[in-house]
């Protein structure tokens, strides 16, 4: 099941504080229900923001997040708990023809598993 949703708030633990990332919607290309136990997330990140969640994704493998989201159409809100069981995570210039490209991106697939 492909839902649209506004925004996702990844919340984890680093070094004991409790922090937060927000994905806006531009920036979530894919998420979805695989089924009632699984969420896949792709994001694709471009810009400045982009180190930032890099920082936060990268070595997160098998930790706990909270999830938050909303979804457009109801405004229906939803928040549970996962671990992060598999992920690709690329840093880099987005693929372009153009070669004096400033802007960096980050590439994430997430797979999560309910708690």
């Known amino acids: 099941m ?7 708030i990844f919340k984890r633990e680093i070094e004991g504080v409790i922090k ?18 699984h ?11 982009s180190e930032k969640v ?4 990268n070595g997160s493998e ?12 109801t405004g229906e809100k939803k928040s549970d708990d996962y671990i992060l069981t598999s ?4 840093e880099g210039p987005p ?3 153009d070669i004096n490209q400033e802007l960096f991106m980050v590439r994430a697939i997430l797979d999560f598993k309910k708690k």
């Open 2 to 8: 492909v839902a649209e949703i506004s925004s996702i």
């Open 20 to 37: 937060d990332l927000i994905i806006p919607e531009e920036f979530v290309k894919d998420y979805h229900y695989s089924n009632d136990n």
């Open 39 to 49: 969420l896949m997330i792709i994001l694709r990140v471009i810009g400045t923001d």
């Open 54 to 57: 890099y920082d936060f994704l």
């Open 62 to 73: 098998k930790e706990s997040f909270h999830i938050e989201t909303v979804e457009k159409s």
């Open 87 to 90: 992920m690709y995570l690329d």
């Open 95 to 97: 693929l372009s023809v």
